[in-house]
Every structure is written in structure tokens, then in C-alpha cells.
């Protein structure tokens, strides 16, 4: 059996084309039809990795009539991924844009993204979206292009290797979105109302905010709508305080009545309005919540979700969120992944010495560089890697270049790629966006890096990274592209993770319900449970081994066995 199929539905009615591909992503044989997706997927379940355009188009309908694939090929996922390694990020990403541009054919736009909108809305969340319209033989020469242009990658064996995570992350979405999150709507309407008070008849706010409102207004001497930052700016003015915005770090430390009440308010505006009644009625059905998750929805990688609000349920309302009877939520937390990506990334040999052990990585780093202080510690890495460069960030950022060069000279190295307008790229090859402005046509001085990735470190040294001598767009630049390399890498690994995870828990009933970058949840029977925690465990390390090949740096997850999602924190 050939290692590779590619299947897609046909334009018109149910049936579906298939074909063996061979190594070069050619046909192998001749194109079959048979009556469906599902029996052409189903009746071939020695293939190891199935092609297709987009798994939104055809994975909901093979899981719908109970057909898992172990492995497949995005065509679309893919693109989007090459244009980016090309510098050309922001180009239409369908297959029948790439065949365009083989051809030198004018390109269709992309289809809008569909907004998730009613009541209904999650039950076609993963409906195909209206594309042009694509023969079989136009998408195999799409595929095989592709394989072309993966040879031609900086790195091809590291691109083969990210699109391959992509397409398994697509395959881990769709299948969230079939398990669902478990989620006790009486148990919301509980908090709900714990939280907000009664709801009033006609959808205005309810009674706890209605009260809050009115200690507000009776604090300022007047009506104060305080879901309406000029008014409340206004009012502050008026009372002889100037305040740039309502936010809740620059209003903490005013000394006026209408504080405390305000900031209250604008906690629970957010519950009402973000994860009310609506959004109750809206997203959760049969005891289940189903977002529809986008893998690589940031050009970092990370993911995002068409509506729901998935990645940022409050802890309060998370509450909701309870196993079956019978089983339990293991919630793995990834232990500094970040800091631990980017020793593996700079091959410094301090620091993956440090990111080698499974406990905290900060005390271990204080320990070194920082005479015992946690906290300075942790604040020159982050700043290392978020671009806190002045003051005592700077202070402490020196500190950590003496004992960790090559790890600074890294996301320094990639910095400066960005205020000089180059892109740079993550450890497997997604690419940052080009700059607005910039006009380079390709590797070189202006353009992508000929021989190594920014950030790698030279092999003589590193050189002293001055910041500040760039304008302000530039150096803003320049501290996305500094976090680009290591928030970028740890998206990828991620992904490989959650490959590694899904693979490890094939036969059991344990289900993956929930992820966000640093974060996973498996919902499994309370006998599964100690399984799924080594499985969780595991799958990090592998994933680390896999990205980044052999390294001392250790991959560590804090993980919780609950009943609540909210018990886990």
C-alpha cells in the first residue's frame, strides 16, 4: 500500500476522487471514485498520511461517521506556511490560489472568515467556507509543487517537519470540536447569578451592576455610565484627576471612592457580556462546549478560535467546566516553556543546563547568575525574550549576557533582523511577517538570511546588542521579531507535543478537550487518568527531541487531576 492518498470530494454530488501518490508527490496510479469521502477513506485504512486541500472541508464529515486518520497533509495549511518561508505572507493561502500563481492565472481572494454568530452558529462552525472552485488534477499539481518548494526551504527537512505538525494540529482541532469541553450549564447560571444578581426583563444589565453603576455615579456627584471609559475620564477631570484610560493598572492606585465600585464593574461587564446568559444560550448544547479552534490563527502559530471566547474563560466561570461522572480532567500546564525553547533553540550551554531539570528554572537560574534573587532572575530572561531592554531590565539583561551569551545573542540577533526590516523565523522555519514599507525581493542584505536563521549565534562571539538607535517603528519591530523566534518555536513544539499526546492516548477513551499555547486538558475516565498524566509527560519530551533534535533541555508540565477546571489552579 502506498504510504500517500490523495482524496478529495467532487465538485458536484457526493462522490469523491482518490489517487496513490509517489515520493516526488506525483500520481502512482490511476485517479479512482468511489461513492463518498467516507468510503474512500475508510476502505483504505492501511494509508498513513491522506492529502487533501483543507481538513475543515473533509475531516468533521470522516469523524461524523466515526472515521479517525492518524496523519494527513494540509494543502492549504501548507501554503500559508511556504508563502510565509518565501516572504510573501499575507498572499491568498487557497489551493486554488496556488494553482493561479503556477500558472500565472489571476488569483482569487481568499474567502472572509466566517464570524460566529447566534444561536446556531457552532453547529456549522465547520462547514466548508465558500472557495473557488478547484479540479482534482489542479490540486495534485498544487501538491506537488509544494514538495518542490519544500527542497527549497532554508531548511527543508526542519519545513517538511512544521507542516506536517500543522496539518496534525488541524486534525487536534477537529476533534476537539467534536469531544467538546464538558460544561454544566445549571452550574454557570449558578455563578451567574453568585456574580451578577437578577437578570432584568427587556436584556439590560443586571441588578449587580445596576448597583455598582449607581455607587459609581453617587462617588462622582453625577450620572456616570462606567461602561463608557470618555465619560468616566470626563468625571475623573471634573474631580480634578487626570487618568489617560480606564485600564485597571493606571486606575488601581487613584485615591477616589469611584475606584473600588469601577473596577468591580468593569470585572464583571466583562463576565456578563464576554461569558453571560447569551454566551450560554449561544455555545453551549448537550452538556458540551465546541469552539472551533484555529490552529496557527497568529503568525506566531499560536492558536486563536472563531468565537466563544475559548482562551479566555475567567477563572470564575470555569467552574462550569466539570467531568462526567466517572471520569476526570488532567489540566497540564507547560513549566516555563518558553525560556526552556529558547535554550534548545541557542544551544547555550548554560542555560539548557539550567532548562535540563523538571523543577523550577528560574530558581536554578538565580542560583547562577543572580546570587540567589528569583525574582531578578525571572525578570532578565522574560526580558530577554519580551524586549524589556532599559533600566533595570537593562541591568539585569547584562547580567544574564555574561552568563548566558549565546541565549542572549539569540533573540539580540533576531531583534535587530527586525529594525533592519529582514524577517526572521522560528527554529523549524514559520516566518515573520515582511515589514510595512519594506520592498526586498528575496534572500540577502534586506531580505531573508542566506546561511543561518536570525538569532543563531556566530560562531565568533557574540556582538554587544545596543538598543535604541533605531526609530520607534523599528525598534517595535524589533522587539516582535526578538519574541517571534522563541513564542514561534514553542508554537511549534506545542504542536508536535500535542501530535506526540494524541498519538499516546489512541485506544483509550480519554479525549483532548482543550488547548491554548501553554496549556492542555484531557477529559478521561478516573482510571485513565494516571496514564494520561505520563502520556502528558512524555509527549513534551519527545516533542522537544523531535524540534530541536538532541539536547539536555527538559519539557516539564505541572499537572492536575480534577473534577473542576477551576480546582486545577
Given at each position: 500500500?502506498?504510504?500517500?492518498?490523495?482524496?478529495?470530494?467532487?465538485?458536484?454530488?457526493?462522490?469523491?476522487?482518490?489517487?496513490?501518490?509517489?515520493?516526488?508527490?506525483?500520481?502512482?496510479?490511476?485517479?479512482?471514485?468511489?461513492?463518498?469521502?467516507?468510503?474512500?477513506?475508510?476502505?483504505?485504512?492501511?494509508?498513513?498520511?491522506?492529502?487533501?486541500?483543507?481538513?475543515?472541508?473533509?475531516?468533521?464529515?470522516?469523524?461524523?461517521?466515526?472515521?479517525?486518520?492518524?496523519?494527513?497533509?494540509?494543502?492549504?495549511?501548507?501554503?500559508?506556511?511556504?508563502?510565509?518561508?518565501?516572504?510573501?505572507?499575507?498572499?491568498?493561502?487557497?489551493?486554488?490560489?496556488?494553482?493561479?500563481?503556477?500558472?500565472?492565472?489571476?488569483?482569487?481572494?481568499d474567502p472572509p472568515i466566517r464570524?460566529?454568530?447566534?444561536?446556531?452558529?457552532?453547529?456549522?462552525?465547520?462547514?466548508?467556507?465558500?472557495?473557488?472552485?478547484?479540479?482534482?488534477?489542479?490540486?495534485?499539481?498544487?501538491?506537488?509543487?509544494?514538495?518542490?518548494?519544500?527542497?527549497?526551504?532554508?531548511?527543508?527537512?526542519?519545513?517538511?517537519?512544521?507542516?506536517?505538525?500543522?496539518?496534525?494540529?488541524?486534525?487536534?482541532?477537529?476533534?476537539?470540536?467534536?469531544?467538546?469541553?464538558?460544561?454544566?450549564?445549571?452550574?454557570?447560571?449558578?455563578?451567574?447569578?453568585?456574580?451578577?444578581?437578577?437578570?432584568?426583563?427587556?436584556?439590560?444589565?443586571?441588578?449587580?451592576?445596576?448597583?455598582?453603576?449607581?455607587?459609581?455615579?453617587?462617588?462622582?456627584?453625577?450620572?456616570?455610565?462606567?461602561?463608557?471609559?470618555?465619560?468616566?475620564?470626563?468625571?475623573?477631570?471634573?474631580?480634578?484627576?487626570?487618568?489617560?484610560?480606564?485600564?485597571?493598572?493606571?486606575?488601581?492606585?487613584?485615591?477616589?471612592?469611584?475606584?473600588?465600585?469601577?473596577?468591580?464593574?468593569?470585572?464583571?461587564?466583562?463576565?456578563?457580556?464576554?461569558?453571560?446568559?447569551?454566551?450560554?444560550?449561544?455555545?453551549?448544547?448537550?452538556?458540551?462546549?465546541?469552539?472551533?479552534?484555529?490552529?496557527?490563527?497568529?503568525?506566531?502559530?499560536?492558536?486563536?478560535?472563531?468565537?466563544?471566547?475559548?482562551?479566555?474563560?475567567?477563572?470564575?466561570?470555569?467552574?462550569?467546566?466539570?467531568?462526567?461522572?466517572?471520569?476526570?480532567?488532567?489540566?497540564?500546564?507547560?513549566?516555563?516553556?518558553?525560556p526552556r525553547v529558547l535554550a534548545?533553540?541557542?544551544?547555550?550551554?548554560?542555560?539548557?543546563?539550567?532548562?535540563?531539570?523538571?523543577?523550577?528554572?528560574?530558581?536554578?537560574?538565580?542560583?547562577?547568575?543572580?546570587?540567589?534573587?528569583?525574582?531578578?532572575?525571572?525578570?532578565?530572561?522574560?526580558?530577554?525574550?519580551?524586549?524589556?531592554?532599559?533600566?533595570?531590565?537593562?541591568?539585569?539583561?547584562?547580567?544574564?549576557?555574561?552568563?548566558?551569551?549565546?541565549?542572549?545573542?539569540?533573540?539580540?540577533?533576531?531583534?535587530?533582523?527586525?529594525?533592519?526590516?529582514?524577517?526572521?523565523?522560528?527554529?523549524?522555519?514559520?516566518?515573520?511577517?515582511?515589514?510595512?514599507?519594506?520592498?526586498?525581493?528575496?534572500?540577502?542584505?534586506?531580505?531573508?538570511?542566506?546561511?543561518?536563521?536570525?538569532?543563531?549565534?556566530?560562531?565568533?562571539?557574540?556582538?554587544?546588542?545596543?538598543?535604541?538607535?533605531?526609530?520607534?517603528?523599528?525598534?517595535?519591530?524589533?522587539?516582535?521579531?526578538?519574541?517571534?523566534?522563541?513564542?514561534?518555536?514553542?508554537?511549534?513544539?506545542?504542536?508536535?507535543?500535542?501530535?506526540?499526546?494524541?498519538?499516546?492516548?489512541?485506544?483509550?477513551?480519554?479525549?483532548?478537550?482543550?488547548?491554548?499555547?501553554?496549556?492542555?486538558?484531557?477529559?478521561?475516565?478516573?482510571?485513565?487518568?494516571?496514564?494520561?498524566?505520563?502520556?502528558?509527560?512524555?509527549?513534551?519530551?519527545?516533542?522537544?527531541?523531535?524540534?530541536?533534535?538532541?539536547?539536555?533541555?527538559?519539557?516539564?508540565?505541572?499537572?492536575?487531576?480534577?473534577?473542576?477546571?477551576?480546582d486545577a489552579k
Amino acid at each position: 500500500m502506498n504510504e500517500r492518498w490523495a482524496v478529495a470530494p467532487e465538485p458536484e454530488g457526493d462522490g469523491a476522487l482518490l489517487v496513490p501518490l509517489g515520493g516526488d508527490g506525483l500520481p502512482a496510479g490511476d485517479v479512482l471514485r468511489e461513492a463518498d469521502l467516507v468510503t474512500a477513506v475508510r476502505a483504505r485504512p492501511d494509508v498513513t498520511r491522506w492529502v487533501w486541500r483543507n481538513s475543515a472541508e473533509v475531516y468533521p464529515r470522516l469523524l461524523a461517521a466515526g472515521v479517525r486518520v492518524e496523519r494527513c497533509y494540509d494543502v492549504e495549511a501548507a501554503e500559508q506556511l511556504l508563502l510565509g518561508h518565501e516572504g510573501r505572507l499575507g498572499e491568498p493561502r487557497s489551493a486554488a490560489a496556488a494553482w493561479a500563481r503556477l500558472h500565472n492565472a489571476p488569483v482569487p481572494p481568499d474567502p472572509p472568515i466566517r464570524q460566529a454568530e447566534g444561536p446556531a452558529a457552532q453547529d456549522s462552525l465547520f462547514e466548508p467556507q465558500a472557495a473557488a472552485p478547484l479540479p482534482f488534477d489542479a490540486l495534485l499539481e498544487v501538491y506537488a509543487e509544494q514538495q518542490r518548494r519544500h527542497d527549497l526551504a532554508e531548511y527543508p527537512g526542519r519545513m517538511r517537519l512544521l507542516t506536517a505538525a500543522e496539518s496534525a494540529g488541524m486534525l487536534v482541532a477537529a476533534e476537539m470540536h467534536g469531544a467538546g469541553l464538558p460544561w454544566r450549564a445549571d452550574v454557570h447560571r449558578e455563578v451567574l447569578h453568585e456574580l451578577l444578581g437578577e437578570r432584568y426583563a427587556g436584556g439590560g444589565e443586571p441588578r449587580r451592576l445596576a448597583e455598582l453603576a449607581d455607587e459609581v455615579s453617587a462617588a462622582f456627584g453625577r450620572r456616570v455610565r462606567p461602561d463608557l471609559p470618555a465619560d468616566v475620564v470626563r468625571a475623573f477631570a471634573q474631580a480634578g484627576i487626570r487618568v489617560r484610560s480606564t485600564r485597571r493598572w493606571e486606575l488601581q492606585d487613584v485615591d477616589h471612592p469611584a475606584v473600588a465600585p469601577l473596577l468591580a464593574y468593569k470585572t464583571l461587564y466583562r463576565i456578563w457580556t464576554a461569558h453571560g446568559w447569551s454566551w450560554l444560550a449561544d455555545w453551549v448544547r448537550d452538556g458540551r462546549f465546541r469552539p472551533e479552534y484555529l490552529p496557527g490563527g497568529t503568525v506566531s502559530g499560536r492558536w486563536t478560535t472563531n468565537g466563544g471566547g475559548a482562551l479566555q474563560i475567567p477563572k470564575v466561570i470555569r467552574r462550569a467546566v466539570v467531568a462526567d461522572e466517572g471520569w476526570r480532567l488532567v489540566v497540564a500546564d507547560a513549566d516555563q516553556m518558553e525560556p526552556r525553547v529558547l535554550a534548545a533553540i541557542s544551544r547555550d550551554p548554560g542555560l539548557m543546563e539550567v532548562a535540563g531539570h523538571p523543577d523550577d528554572l528560574y530558581t536554578r537560574l538565580s542560583d547562577r547568575a543572580f546570587s540567589g534573587d528569583r525574582d531578578h532572575a525571572k525578570l532578565a530572561l522574560l526580558g530577554a525574550i519580551y524586549g524589556q531592554t532599559s533600566g533595570d531590565g537593562l541591568k539585569n539583561l547584562a547580567a544574564l549576557r555574561r552568563r548566558f551569551p549565546r541565549a542572549v545573542a539569540y533573540v539580540d540577533d533576531a531583534a535587530r533582523a527586525g529594525e533592519e526590516g529582514r524577517l526572521v523565523r522560528t527554529w523549524l522555519g514559520r516566518t515573520s511577517p515582511r515589514a510595512v514599507g519594506t520592498d526586498d525581493d528575496g534572500p540577502g542584505e534586506a531580505g531573508l538570511p542566506q546561511e543561518l536563521p536570525p538569532g543563531t549565534p556566530r560562531e565568533d562571539g557574540p556582538e554587544q546588542y545596543v538598543p535604541g538607535y533605531a526609530s520607534s517603528d523599528a525598534r517595535a519591530r524589533g522587539r516582535f521579531t526578538r519574541n517571534f523566534v522563541v513564542q514561534g518555536s514553542a508554537a511549534d513544539w506545542a504542536l508536535l507535543m500535542l501530535a506526540a499526546l494524541r498519538r499516546a492516548t489512541t485506544g483509550m477513551r480519554a479525549e483532548l478537550v482543550f488547548f491554548q499555547h501553554d496549556e492542555v486538558i484531557v477529559h478521561c475516565p478516573a482510571e485513565e487518568a494516571e496514564a494520561v498524566t505520563v502520556a502528558i509527560r512524555a509527549a513534551g519530551d519527545e516533542a522537544g527531541r523531535i524540534a530541536f533534535g538532541d539536547t539536555p533541555v527538559h519539557f516539564a508540565f505541572t499537572t492536575a487531576t480534577v473534577q473542576r477546571y477551576s480546582d486545577a489552579k
